[in-house]
């Protein structure tokens, strides 16, 4: 059984930063690509980011695109989303998921996920 974690969610102003973590269980971490997804109150799941089993490729979604870090350290099972220049649009609750599909950017595609925290931009 799987278990991702997710913490570093918070209240900021706008402009400011958070950098969100997500730990998983388990010895198959760096063998599995891993996303990002945010959902705000009455919308769908969306896709924030991901990143590849090794690290070595990175996808984002153009509204985070050059403000927002996808990273991942496979010894210590954890994937990092450095966010910066936050706007109120970003507010919502993110979560990190696993995948096995090529097709990174679909939430159906993810068999894994987190509870969720909560990001709260002011303006």
């Known amino acids: 059984q799987v278990q991702l974690v997710e913490s570093g969610g918070g209240l900021v102003q706008a402009g400011g930063s958070l950098r969100l973590s997500c730990k998983a269980s388990?010895?198959?971490?760096?063998?599995?690509?891993m996303g990002w997804f945010r959902q705000a109150p009455g919308k769908e799941r969306e896709f924030v980011a991901a990143i590849t089993w090794s690290g070595g490729t990175t996808y984002y979604a153009d509204s985070v695109k050059g403000r927002f870090t996808i990273s991942r350290d496979n010894a210590k099972n954890t994937v990092n989303l450095q966010m910066n220049s936050l706007k109120p649009e970003d507010t919502a609750v993110y979560y990190c998921?696993?995948?096995?599909?090529?097709?990174?950017?679909?939430?159906?595609?993810?068999?894994?996920w987190g509870q969720g925290t909560q990001v709260t931009v002011s303006s």
């Open positions: 998921g696993r995948t096995t599909s090529g097709v990174i950017r679909t939430p159906r595609n993810y068999d894994y």
């Open positions: 388990g010895r198959t971490f760096s063998t599995y690509a």
